[in-house]
């Protein structure tokens, strides 16, 4: 099962400030205790929305509104994609990060082509085979 580990915002790490001290080594051991485990895919921390843009789809044409965004704890700060056996063990991998700070670390799991069922036809199961063999070469 992969999962999303999502970091949310908060007003330091919209701020542009660099992090405490021994954040970076903190979470570097963290990253590399998933990595020796064969846990981590991937994972990568994010620039503050001063830097983005949303791109809005609710009229006649797209829309680009430029950052910075407002609600900070609905931001996303950083991530990492995992692969575990379950929930629960996901879980128990964000438990251990050494993040403490006043927004929820969220851990969603990351939708399979199986979890869709029939509505999965063998075409789009191909097309989709198809695309992962190509990101992977």
């Given at each position: 099962m992969r999962f999303m580990v999502i970091m949310k915002a908060n007003a330091d790490s919209e701020s542009?400030?660099?992090?405490?001290?021994?954040?970076?080594?903190?979470?570097?051991?963290?990253?590399?205790?998933?990595?020796?485990?064969?846990?981590?895919?991937?994972?990568?921390?994010?620039?503050?929305?001063?830097?983005?843009?949303?791109?809005?789809?609710?009229?006649?044409?797209?829309?680009?509104?430029?950052?910075?965004?407002?609600?900070?704890?609905?931001?996303?700060?950083?991530?990492?994609?995992?692969?575990?056996?379950?929930r629960e063990e996901a879980i128990d991998w964000v438990k251990r990060c050494p993040y403490r700070g006043e927004n929820p670390i969220e851990v969603r799991q990351i939708a399979e082509l199986e979890d869709f069922g029939d509505a999965v036809t063998p075409e789009v199961r191909a097309h989709e085979e198809r695309m992962r063999d190509q990101l992977e070469g």
């Open positions: 542009s400030a660099p992090p405490p001290p021994g954040t970076f080594e903190a979470m570097g051991a963290y990253n590399q205790q998933l990595l020796d485990a064969g846990v981590l895919l991937a994972g990568e921390g994010l620039l503050p929305s001063s830097r983005g843009a949303r791109v809005d789809f609710t009229g006649d044409a797209p829309a680009v509104i430029e950052g910075p965004f407002p609600e900070t704890d609905q931001l996303v700060a950083g991530f990492w994609i995992i692969q575990t056996a379950s």
